[in-house]
């Protein structure tokens, strides 16, 4: 069974970071592509970042270049999202996401999801 655990979320004030994590089990994470999404309330669900399965190349849609940096650790199994300067349009549920391709996550179709993680940004 492949299970995909956030962590990291929380309240934050404006300005402020965080780091995400994401650890997978039940797959072989070497091989998937990983990614972050998030949804806002009313909104539908948007890609933050992706990242191909050697780590070696990432994606981020133009709207979020600059502030989010994506990596992966094969060894630990983990894929991390650092987020930088962060202010209130980025409060939002952010999931974890694994697709056998990019194409997958950066479709919004990826194979498996996780149960996601709240980020809270007050000014």
């Known amino acids: 069974q492949v299970q995909l655990v956030e962590s990291g979320g929380g309240s934050v004030q404006a300005g402020g970071s965080l780091r995400l994590s994401c650890v997978a089990s039940g797959l072989s994470f070497s091989t998937y592509a990983m990614g972050w999404f998030r949804q806002a309330p009313g909104k539908d669900r948007e890609l933050v970042a992706g990242?191909?399965?050697?780590?070696?190349?990432?994606y981020y849609p133009d709207s979020m270049k600059g502030r989010f940096t994506i990596s992966r650790d094969n060894a630990q199994n983990s894929v991390y999202l650092q987020m930088n300067s962060l202010n209130s349009e980025d409060t939002a549920i952010y999931y974890c996401?694994?697709?056998?391709?990019?194409?997958?996550?950066?479709?919004?179709?990826?194979?498996?999801w996780g149960q996601g993680t709240q980020v809270t940004v007050s000014s």
């Open positions: 996401a694994a697709g056998q391709k990019l194409h997958g996550i950066v479709t919004i179709s990826p194979d498996y």
């Open positions: 990242i191909i399965h050697s780590g070696n190349s990432a």
